[in-house]
């Protein structure tokens, strides 16, 4: 502890200097990370606010250290285990799986929902959820390696890939 500076004070600034390293960090190793959410990525998330939470908190200078070299750490071996990842089509498998195709031409594939422990009713809430009335209208339903359910009709006005995200847009006046 630094006796010339109050307690609230470094908790201020242990705060600011971890939030400010993981928005640079973020910057600095892909947007990916917040577009799309792999088993890997939430660890890493778990991981990462574990990890600097005493830093952010204790007014001791070591443990602001360790966090940062806790977060740091992270950063860089998320960013190494993605480059691996995408050289490597076999680590990606090892480490998200395939998808796994829930309906083929309307016809429900029993196993395969076995398989992901997805009963009838949620399939058909996913299905609903993408303006598709029953089974019969789907084409192809596939559960995706991020966990959502993509769906494809043969009627165009009820296709949808997977429920989108919102996403803000700013346009710009002239």
Partial sequence: ???FMPPLVSVFLHTAGIYLLIILALRIFGKKELAQLSVVDLV???????SVQDAMVSTEHEKFIGGLMAA???????????????RSPKVTFLLQGEPVMLIHNGKLLTPNLRKE???EAELHAAIREH???SFHDVDLAVMETDGNISILSHNYNKRSARRSR???????NN
């Fill in 117 to 119: 422990k997805i009963t």
């Fill in 44 to 50: 890493f998330i778990l991981l990462i606010s574990n």
């Fill in 131 to 133: 303006g598709v009335e």
């Fill in 166 to 172: 919102a996403h803000k847009t700013v346009t710009k």
């Fill in 1 to 3: 502890m630094n006796p």
């Fill in 72 to 86: 740091a750490t992270l950063f860089i071996l998320n960013y190494v285990l993605k480059f691996i990842s995408f």
